[in-house]
């Protein structure tokens, strides 16, 4: 008896240390689903707040933008998930000690010029000019840019009597759209024409890049960055299908818009990135990568062209100076100029060789450049632009087969 005592009792002791350590496993296993859980929501969360990449090349132009001292300019810029920022639509900056944004920066379809309809008039040559800052015109207020002198040029020429290149189609009105966003690459330029040439319905465009490319950011090309954030947005999507998190990010909306324009607020810490940056335009690091090497500008440029070619649109390439090419001497964008050069006779393009028209005029050329600047030009340089451009679109509107079109 006592030993049948003795092994209930041992059953019993048994069946308890078992469902002791049942009980610890499922504490063990609560406590770690939510730990997990919390992490994920956090994860989740910031992700929404903050989405990873999200504003990597935003926040950088922001900071090289801040850097260079020009205050209020950071408010002209918004995030883009295609082109990485975009002009915001409707900007005026009213600032005489501001030397980069004079004037009207944006109209309310976010382009440098006056306002339009996508609609065109009957019998109008619409011009579309996507490039970089020396399109934009930084230096130059909207109506000193080289578009809207373009503009004034291709509108004097139908006035004239003998203006018959140009009025052979019946052409009477001249638009001509400044679609420049400053530091654009080539990269970008190509996302901004796939988003916009379509609705804007040009006659002639014009693709003016490589003053950014050749450019040391950090250690990852534009493309890289693209990749990287077209992965994060992936995962926010599929984030998105969650109830919880849906109301989560109704939730972070607000702080998450005022983060956008607050960049000013969290970029001081990096203002020895953004002086080592605008630096590497000048004397690279080569530790550092370009931010669209030149291989990838020659894929770009081509894609650009092949759009065009498949909508039987004319694309002139623009090459645009630096100061000491100006001047005559050596500059990082000739390798890049070449590349046009290249793609031009292979696909029969015209080139606007802004280069040329400044080195042939270098005894004053150079001095029409932005003070501190070896890039941008004030209203006479932009006048040169301009001049290189209308010529480049009379040599294209002679030919036979942009006048059966």
Not at 76 to 99: A, C, G, Q, V, Y
Not at 237 to 243: F, V
Not at 289 to 300: A, K, Q, W
Not at 347 to 352: C, D, V
Request: charged share 20%; aromatic share 8%; hydrophobic share 40%.
């Amino acid at each position: 008896m006592d030993e049948l005592s003795s092994q209930s009792r041992g059953i019993r002791r048994g069946a308890d240390v078992e469902q002791l350590r049942v009980r610890r496993l499922r504490k063990l296993l609560f406590s770690a689903v939510t730990m997990v859980t919390v992490l994920l929501l956090l994860e989740t969360g910031t992700r929404i707040v903050s989405p990873g990449t999200q504003s990597q090349r935003f926040r950088q132009i922001n900071q090289i933008v801040i850097f260079l001292g020009t205050q209020p300019s950071d408010l002209m810029l918004s995030f883009d998930s295609e082109r990485f920022w975009k002009l915001k639509p409707n900007i005026t900056i009213d600032d005489p000690n501001n030397t980069f944004w004079q004037g009207t920066v944006s109209n309310s379809r976010g382009f440098r010029c006056p306002e339009f309809t996508l609609e065109k008039a009957p019998n109008t040559l619409r011009v579309v000019c996507f490039g970089d800052s020396s399109t934009f015109g930084i230096g130059a207020r909207m109506e000193h840019t080289w578009p809207a002198q373009l503009q004034q040029l291709l509108t004097d020429g139908i006035a004239r009597e003998n203006s018959a290149v140009l009025d052979a189609t019946g052409i009477h009105r001249v638009e001509v759209i400044n679609a420049g966003v400053p530091g654009y690459t080539s990269h970008q330029g190509l996302q901004h024409m796939r988003q916009k040439l379509d609705d804007l319905d040009p006659d002639i465009v014009m693709a003016s890049y490589a003053n950014n490319d050749f450019w040391h950011w950090d250690d990852q090309t534009d493309a890289q960055h693209a990749a990287r954030l077209h992965r994060d947005s992936d995962l926010r999507s599929m984030l998105m299908q969650s109830r919880i998190v849906q109301v989560m990010d109704v939730a972070f909306s607000r702080v998450r818009d005022q983060s956008a324009t607050q960049t000013v607020a969290t970029a001081s810490p990096n203002q020895h990135w953004a002086e080592a940056a605008t630096f590497n335009y000048f004397a690279p690091n080569e530790e550092w990568t370009r931010r669209v090497p030149l291989e990838s500008f020659r894929d770009n440029v081509n894609q650009m062209a092949d759009m065009c070619e498949q909508r039987s649109l004319p694309l002139i390439l623009v090459k645009w100076p630096d100061q000491p090419q100006a001047a005559g001497k050596w500059s990082p964008r000739i390798a890049y100029q070449n590349v046009l050069e290249d793609i031009a006779a292979e696909r029969t393009l015209q080139i606007a060789d802004v280069v040329r028209l400044f080195q042939d005029n270098r005894g004053w050329s150079v001095g029409t450049y932005v003070p501190n600047d070896i890039v941008h030009v004030n209203r006479n340089g932009n006048r040169l632009a301009a001049i290189a451009a209308r010529d480049a679109i009379e040599l294209v509107r002679s030919q036979p087969v942009f006048l059966t079109n």
